[in-house]
């Protein structure tokens, strides 16, 4: 059985087949329009060779009505789920353009069996292939039933297919033997496909269909409600944890929060903006890491996050106190990179595979550093995964690497001497004209951390004591981000320790491989170190003594679970194994067809 990381990327693995459409609706209009044009020069021209005049009017007549056709489709379908007239082009595309292949194909079966004139059957037969993947698209994507499908999808192609083609031969080609046989069998394939799809994911998901028109209209129309339903429904409820340092001080207090709750799914739906949702919570005042957890650990609504934020000011327990910190660390152990810092007892850790890359950390290595961390004495550990770098999963050796460097690090850290300090936090929303960002960065914007070790007991700043932490609102960094800006803050004398991200996954929707786009792939290296400088700037402005608590809080919130992700990743598995059989069954038919009708 996959586990909950394994199914999510599975099921992102799967989502792509979802991008497996013309980019937009003019494009898609355009080669609906083209290929039903080819389609009336390919047969009257080519097999009945009418005349100029003839050709016109078959031209004007038929597209004509499919221009009007795709307005009865959008009529027809007017109460499914998924129903739109950019969706309807691009199915009147795709089988505009099926049907024309078939047209080719029998061009060349009578080219290669030298046939002394071409036959007529293929028309026909290409029209009902049009409809079954009509069939197909109506039942799985727009959600509608199997009558409503098969009503709607018979009457574009029919009624072109009547209106370019001469009434004298209406009945040798509406009342072919051969040809209506082997079309009913291609619609035929597209009914039972259908119906076996929508089952692929029982018992533990009653409907494929169902589940893939809610996502859908998640992903294309920003409508959550379906999806969130589903999601809800089979989430369960769970203790999540929440670390929390409270810096105060007499005229200001700021918040670096660690939740152990993963954003996502994706776009509006759940617990997607959560980074944000929680920066807003504590008045902009705050910096939300990301925690070891993967995607089980998503809130399923927005019901379920405005019940963790309220869980927030519920009883929170004071687990350390105190108003000095060690100076930062940074150990590396191959390709692992972890920062260390400690506040009295309690150490904090970042987290980095870059610039190499990597997915969410596993739960098991921060289960592993918290349980060393007990043993050597520490009240409680703050586990954050930087996540600022693009890659894969990690492998076994490479989650030992981070083992490595994050328990030599505690070791480090534990006998480290503590100093008071002095903190200030930036926010670009702070900034008269700040940056405007690209779809690279969540609404939180970016953030710098400005911690000044009173290393030499006076109350005099000395910059190299000052150590600087970037933060950004975003889902991943491009690889190279990071190593750019460290390198671009150094040359001007500024020591920047890591870069991390929310992993906020409210930018998302996007025709990429990822659905995303990482930190740094929109707005431009050179504008984000940038702003890094003048945040830092900003941030040595506001430079105070605080003290500080560190609290722990226990929230019971639903959360989506492993088992939701493998039931969705084993239906998704099955519906294209499924997928891949009846398209090889539909291309041995077709080939079938081309030799007997030649």
């Given at each position: 059985?996959?586990?909950?990381?394994?199914?999510?990327?599975?099921?992102?693995?799967r989502?792509?087949?979802?991008?497996?459409?013309?980019?937009?609706?003019?494009?898609?209009?355009?080669?609906?329009?083209?290929?039903?044009?080819?389609?009336i020069?390919?047969?009257?021209?080519?097999?009945?060779?009418?005349?100029?005049?003839?050709?016109?009017?078959?031209?004007?007549?038929?597209?004509?009505f499919?221009?009007?056709?795709?307005?009865?489709?959008?009529?027809?379908?007017?109460k499914?789920?998924?129903?739109?007239?950019?969706?309807?082009?691009?199915?009147?595309?795709f089988?505009?353009?099926?049907?024309?292949?078939?047209?080719?194909l029998?061009?060349?079966?009578?080219?290669?069996?030298?046939k002394?004139?071409?036959?007529?059957?293929?028309?026909?037969?290409?029209m009902?292939?049009?409809?079954g993947?009509?069939?197909?698209?109506?039942?799985s994507?727009f959600?509608?039933?199997?009558?409503?499908?098969?009503?709607?999808?018979?009457?574009?192609?029919?009624?072109?297919?009547?209106?370019?083609?001469?009434?004298?031969?209406?009945?040798?080609?509406?009342?072919?033997?051969?040809?209506?046989?082997?079309?009913?069998i291609?619609?035929g394939?597209?009914?039972?496909?259908?119906?076996?799809?929508?089952?692929?994911?029982?018992p533990?998901?009653?409907?494929?269909?169902?589940?893939?028109?809610?996502?859908?209209?998640?992903?294309?129309?920003?409508?959550?409600?379906n999806?969130?339903?589903?999601?809800?429904?089979?989430?369960?409820?769970?203790?999540?944890?929440?670390?929390?340092?409270?810096?105060?001080?007499?005229?200001?207090?700021?918040y670096?929060?660690?939740?152990?709750?993963?954003?996502?799914?994706?776009?509006?739906?759940?617990?997607s903006?959560?980074?944000?949702?929680?920066?807003?919570?504590?008045?902009?005042?705050?910096?939300?890491?990301?925690?070891?957890?993967d995607?089980?650990?998503n809130?399923?609504?927005?019901?379920?996050?405005?019940?963790?934020?309220?869980?927030?000011?519920?009883?929170q327990?004071?687990?350390?106190?105190?108003?000095?910190?060690s100076?930062?660390?940074?150990?590396?152990?191959?390709?692992?990179?972890?920062?260390?810092?400690?506040?009295?007892?309690?150490?904090?850790?970042?987290?980095?595979?870059?610039?190499?890359?990597?997915?969410?950390?596993?739960?098991?290595?921060?289960?592993?550093?918290e349980?060393y961390?007990?043993?050597?004495?520490?009240?409680?550990?703050?586990?954050?995964?930087?996540?600022?770098?693009?890659?894969?999963?990690?492998?076994?050796?490479?989650n030992?690497?981070?083992?490595?460097?994050?328990?030599t690090?505690?070791?480090?850290?534990?006998?480290?001497?503590?100093?008071?300090?002095?903190?200030?936090?930036?926010?670009?929303?702070e900034?008269?004209n700040?940056?405007l960002?690209?779809?690279?960065?969540g609404k939180?914007?970016?953030?710098?951390?400005?911690?000044?070790?009173?290393?030499?007991?006076?109350?005099?700043?000395?910059?190299?004591?000052?150590?600087?932490?970037?933060?950004?609102?975003s889902?991943?960094?491009?690889?190279?981000?990071?190593?750019?800006?460290?390198k671009?803050?150094?040359?001007?004398?500024?020591?920047?320790?890591?870069?991390?991200?929310?992993?906020?996954?409210?930018k998302?929707?996007?025709?990429?491989?990822?659905?995303?786009?990482?930190?740094?792939?929109?707005?431009?290296?050179?504008t984000?170190?940038?702003?890094?400088?003048?945040?830092?700037?900003?941030?040595?402005?506001?430079?105070?003594?605080?003290?500080?608590?560190?609290?722990?809080?226990?929230?019971?919130?639903?959360?989506?679970?492993?088992?939701?992700?493998?039931?969705?990743?084993?239906?998704?598995d099955?519906?294209?194994?499924?997928t891949?059989?009846?398209?090889?069954?539909?291309?041995?038919?077709?080939?079938?067809?081309?030799i007997?009708?030649?």
């Open positions: 059985m996959e586990n909950g990381h394994d199914s999510v990327s599975n099921i992102h693995r989502w792509s087949l979802t991008r497996i459409n013309f980019s937009s609706y003019k494009i898609s209009l355009t080669i609906s329009i083209i290929s039903s044009l080819f389609i020069l390919f047969f009257d021209h080519f097999y009945l060779q009418l005349n100029l005049i003839q050709l016109i009017i078959f031209t004007i007549t038929g597209t004509s499919l221009i009007i056709s795709y307005f009865i489709d959008l009529y027809l379908l007017r499914t789920p998924v129903n739109k007239i950019s969706k309807i082009l691009h199915v009147s595309a089988s505009n353009l099926l049907w024309l292949l078939i047209l080719i029998g061009t060349l079966s009578f080219i290669i069996f030298q002394d004139f071409p036959p007529k059957e293929h028309l026909l037969e290409g009902m292939l049009a409809i993947l009509r069939i197909g698209i109506f039942t994507v959600g509608a039933n199997l009558l409503q499908a098969i009503k709607t999808a018979v009457i574009q192609p029919i009624v072109f297919l009547f209106l370019i083609i001469p009434s004298s031969i209406f009945i040798e080609i509406f009342f072919d033997v051969v040809a209506i046989s082997f079309g009913l291609l619609i394939l597209g009914i039972v496909w259908t119906i076996l799809a929508d089952r692929a994911g029982r533990n998901l009653q409907s494929t269909f169902a589940l893939l028109q809610a996502f859908l209209s998640a992903w294309t129309e920003n409508k959550v409600e999806i969130e339903k589903i999601l809800l429904s089979r989430s369960k409820n769970e203790l999540v944890n929440t670390y929390i340092v409270k810096f105060t001080n007499k005229h200001n207090y700021l670096w929060v660690l939740p152990n709750i993963h954003p996502g799914p994706f776009k509006e739906i759940g617990g903006n959560l980074p944000y949702q929680i920066y807003n919570y504590f008045s902009q005042k705050a910096v939300i890491f990301h925690s070891a957890s995607h089980s650990l809130l399923p609504s927005k019901g379920e996050v405005l019940e963790y934020l309220t869980s927030l000011s519920k009883t327990k004071t687990v350390d106190y105190g108003n000095t910190c100076i930062p660390i940074q150990i590396k152990s191959k390709k692992a990179t972890v920062t260390g810092i400690i506040f009295d007892n309690t150490p904090i850790l970042m987290l980095s595979f870059a610039p190499y890359g990597m997915d969410d950390i596993p739960e098991k290595i921060s289960n592993e550093l349980t961390s007990k043993n050597e004495g520490f009240n409680t550990i703050f586990i954050i995964d930087s996540h600022n770098a693009m890659g894969k999963k990690l492998e076994k050796n490479e030992e690497e981070l083992l490595i460097a994050g328990k690090c505690l070791k480090i850290l534990k006998e480290s001497p503590q100093y008071s300090f002095k903190i200030g936090v930036a926010n670009t929303n900034i008269k700040h940056m960002f690209g779809e690279d960065i939180g914007g970016l953030s710098i951390i400005l911690i000044d070790v009173n290393k030499d007991d006076d109350n005099n700043s000395n910059k190299n004591n000052q150590y600087v932490i970037g933060w950004a609102d889902n991943n960094m491009k690889s190279g981000l990071r190593e750019y800006i460290i671009f803050l150094e040359q001007k004398g500024i020591r920047m320790l890591e870069i991390c991200s929310s992993d906020t996954h409210e998302s929707g996007f025709r990429t491989s990822e659905g995303y786009y990482p930190f740094g792939h929109i707005t431009k290296f050179e984000i170190a940038d702003h890094y400088q003048k945040l830092i700037d900003l941030a040595y402005t506001k430079l105070d003594v605080y003290g500080y608590e560190v609290f722990h809080i226990v929230s019971t919130v639903k959360v989506m679970g492993t088992n939701q992700f493998q039931d969705y990743s084993i239906s998704l099955k519906a294209m194994n499924l891949k059989k009846f398209l090889i069954i539909t291309f041995g038919v077709i080939s079938l067809m081309m007997v009708t030649n």
